[in-house]
């Protein structure tokens, strides 16, 4: 596709128009048609069952989701006999917690209920015996009991089926419990149910504390509740009594065990104090959280178990993230320095071997880089400064050099290229014209359609044309890409995962068009080493920022290994880019391919008896007037004679150089130093 023609087809515009429209997102579940009142009247019933009802009599509905197998109940019972630990526990225990969990295997494990619809992909982590996961813990002070929400997302040992978890429920602080339940529907009571959780008469006893004792404190939780669902629905909702899911996942329940600290209360909100309000005063640094927990879910018969791991505290966690932006900083002035240090080579011969889409796609990244870091700063609130300023000085190079050394490299390939073919003339558009000059004498008629674009232009004004083509390109990618991120938030996690590693392992391909670059035109000298390498290490800061934090910023469980593979596969770009400099630019594919005449061989097999056959002092380099090393006799087929070869550079008017002084001769002019012949690229 001819670059300087370039517009979004109708066919694109359309399709992008039914993404926007009609991409599928999360659906609400529909009311059928009943009203108001008959939700309200639901929620007042249940409000009215769950006041008269007893930590012994509960409603049937708890009764029955309540009723754990005796091996889920040991090791409930295990998690909360374990020590505490010295010290108190922290105030609030909003984190970030990563570790592994592990199955819970028992006799009617993985039986699903008749109602209810296995999930592709927990199916998937159910089959395995353990697996990693990933949870944000959010906590809001309340009296008695904190209220909160544990987001856990469970992925299977190998890592490829990820599945997200939502809790929502009270903790305990005097029993260090956390008790949660997924979302309340018609057969499931959710978090109203949380009050009877610690409700098993037969194994009270291997329980360190009766929870009978919590029974009143959770209860008017959960009637609280009820009356802000019931205030809510009056104003015009409905009620998750009568309308559940469309399809019904496995539901569960969350016993959390939080342990202390080893520091005072007094200590710990020292700690906290002195990180919002900063005085200057030397404190200890804030433990961890360290939380174990158990998942159950009656729905499918599964349980999950975890055991001692550590997150950081929110403020840590975000002082961390704020740490990395504000690092990145100095990355981007150094991308900035390698830039325009890259831009000083722009002699036409240097500028034609480049490619234009490698550094198209580095400002479509710096762009996408700039757009991420503002939507950090939505979900991070005391970032605001470090990724605001990220984001501003992202798009500088991008903005600022990276487009001028576009316009650059556009103008100078497209001086060099042919110009598009004339279009025919119509035949009958013609005759037509003819016909009309006979019978109105008018001879100025012209017909429209045969008008030439190309006819009265002047290269500036091609240039201006096909800049302008450009920089629509640009940015109508930069829209598409910004508005599937926008959908990819209320995408499930796993598609949310896929998408973002299909758009980073892309976006870090920009020297595969520069290798297909090299092989078309047969060249091997393209970017300077310092901006090849000193660019491929700087840019692999971002990913490891995304695949490292992805928790908090993406939601989906932290991917070392991804990362480690984005930065092979940089590797792996650099190293032929390596190759092709060293072993030629085609060394990886057959030389049947291409015509022997379709490049200038600079590395011909030379050795010292051929030196009779070129001028006096051959060897000696006419540059830097220094002796040349040829090929040994009888090494010719030697796998070292190839890097030899490399080593000089054998002109087309029969002049030897060094390779580095003549390619750094051919960086401002394309001619020979000795004879002035034009010299090939190289």
Partial sequence: MDRRRWRPSAPVVILLLLFIFFAPVRRIPSRNGDSTEKSLQAERNWYSKIQNSTFLDAPEIV???????????????????????????????????????????????????????????????????????????????????????????????????????????????????????????????????????????ADKSDLPFDGQEYF????????????????????????????????????????????????????????????????????KKMPDVLLSGLIYSPDCNVAFTFSNYKGPRNFVFDAGLVRFASFYIIIIFYQIFLLLRQMRLNSPSYVQRLSFITIAIQACLDAFIAIFFLSINVVIERGYLPFVSVAFLSLIPSVMFTMRYLALILRVQNSNSPPPPPLPPTPNNNESTIEGEGEHGNANTTNVENVQPEAGMTQHERDQRDWSAVCLR???????????????????????????????????????PQIIQNVKQGT???????????????????????????????????????????????????????????????????????????????????QAGDLEALMHDANVCPICMQTIELVSSGSTLNPASRIVRRNYMLTPCHHLYHRQCLLQWMETRSICPVCRCHLPPV
């Fill in 63 to 201: 009764r029955q989701s309540t009723t754990f197998p005796k091996e889920v109940l040991s090791k409930r019972n295990a998690i909360y006999k374990s020590s505490a630990g010295p010290g108190d526990s922290h105030s609030n225990h909003t984190s970030v917690v990563i570790g592994n969990w592990k199955k819970v295997s028992f006799d009617s494990f993985g039986k699903v209920s008749p109602n209810v619809t296995w999930h592709r992909t927990l199916q998937n982590i159910v089959n395995s015996e353990k697996g990693g996961f990933s949870a944000n813990v959010y906590e809001y002070p309340a009296q008695n009991s904190n209220d909160f929400t544990f987001v856990m997302n469970m992925e299977n040992s190998n890592g490829t089926s990820l599945y997200q978890l939502v809790f929502y429920g009270d903790r305990i602080d005097k029993a260090h419990a956390l008790l949660g339940a997924t979302e309340v529907s018609p057969e499931f009571p959710g978090v109203d149910g949380i009050p009877w959780l610690f409700h098993e008469p």
């Fill in 216 to 283: 009143e404190v959770l209860k008017n939780k959960s009637l609280g509740r009820i009356d802000d669902r019931i205030d809510q629905i009056s104003r015009g909702g409905w009620s998750p009594l009568l309308y559940g899911e469309e399809s019904v996942s496995c539901r569960a329940y969350f016993y959390g065990f939080n342990k202390n600290t080893g520091l005072s209360r007094k200590t710990l909100a020292a700690i906290e104090d002195e990180y919002y309000h900063p005085q200057g005063v030397s404190i």
């Fill in 474 to 512: 640009f940015y109508f990618v930069i829209l598409v890409v910004c508005i599937v991120s926008l959908y990819s938030a209320f995408w499930p996690v796993t598609y949310r995962f896929y998408f973002i590693s299909i758009l980073l392992f892309t976006c870090y391909s920009f020297w595969v």
């Fill in 524 to 606: 091997s000298r393209s970017f300077s080493w310092i901006y090849i390498i000193g660019l491929s290490i700087s840019r692999m800061y971002m990913p490891t920022f995304i695949f490292i934090y992805s928790e908090t910023t993406l939601k989906f469980p932290p991917k070392y290994t991804f990362a480690v593979a984005l930065g092979l596969w940089m590797c792996l770009q650099v190293f032929i880019l390596f190759a092709q400099d060293t072993l030629g630019p085609r060394f990886f594919l057959p030389k049947r391919l291409f015509p022997s005449s379709s490049t200038y061989d600079y590395h011909p097999i030379i």
